[in-house]
C-alpha cells in the first residue's frame, strides 16, 4: 500500500477511534460519574464536558476530512473509478456532518442552554426550550453516527485498495 494510502487511512482509523470512545465513554462516563455525587447540577456540568469534548471531536473530524478529500487526488490512481468518487463523497459526508454538528446543531444547544437561564437539571422536561435541545442532541447524536459510519467505509474502500494493489491485505 503506498505510504500515503497508509497515513491517510491511520489518520481517519485514529479520528474514528476517537470519535467511538467519545460516544461509548467520555459522554456516558461523564454524566454518570457526575450524578452519582448526587449534585443539583451534575446535568450541567457532564453536558459542560462533553459540549467541549464534542467539539475538538467535530473541529478534527472537519479538518481531517477536508485534509483527506485535499490527498485522495495524490492516491487517485490506487483505486478504482468508482471507489475514488465514493471515497470523496463519503470524506464530503464527513465533513459536511461533523460542521454542520459543530457549528449549527452544537451551536443552537448552547443558544438555548443560555436562554434556559439556569441549571437544564432544574428545567422542566415540558419547557419549549427543553424540548428543543433534547431534539438537537437527538440530531447531534445522529450526524456523528453518520460521520462515523461514513469514516469506516472509506477505511473499507482503502483496505481494498491495497487487496486490488498487492492480491492480499498486508
Not at 4 to 20: D, K, V
Not at 50 to 70: A, H, I, K, Q, Y
Not at 114 to 138: C, E, K, T, W
Request: with cysteine; hydrophobic share 60%.
Amino acid at each position: 500500500m503506498h505510504i500515503l494510502s497508509q497515513l491517510r487511512m491511520l489518520l481517519l482509523a485514529a479520528w474514528l477511534g476517537s470519535a467511538l470512545y467519545f460516544s461509548a465513554v467520555v459522554a456516558p462516563s461523564a454524566f454518570g460519574a457526575l450524578r452519582s455525587f448526587g449534585l443539583a447540577n451534575s446535568g450541567e456540568i457532564a453536558g459542560t464536558i462533553v459540549t467541549r469534548t464534542l467539539s475538538v471531536v467535530n473541529t478534527s473530524g472537519f479538518l481531517l476530512s477536508l485534509l483527506l478529500l485535499l490527498t485522495a487526488f495524490a492516491v487517485k490512481r490506487f483505486f478504482r473509478p468508482w471507489s475514488f468518487g465514493l471515497q470523496l463523497v463519503l470524506l464530503g459526508v464527513v465533513a459536511l456532518t461533523t460542521a454542520v454538528g459543530e457549528w449549527v446543531i452544537a451551536a443552537r444547544m448552547r443558544g438555548l442552554r443560555l436562554a434556559m437561564q439556569g441549571h437544564i437539571d432544574q428545567v422542566p422536561l415540558s419547557d419549549p426550550n427543553r424540548i428543543a435541545f433534547a431534539a438537537l442532541h437527538g440530531y447531534s447524536v445522529a450526524a456523528l453516527a453518520i460521520a462515523m459510519m461514513a469514516s469506516l467505509i472509506v477505511i473499507v474502500l482503502i483496505l481494498l485498495s491495497c487487496k486490488k494493489e498487492f492480491g492480499r491485505v498486508e
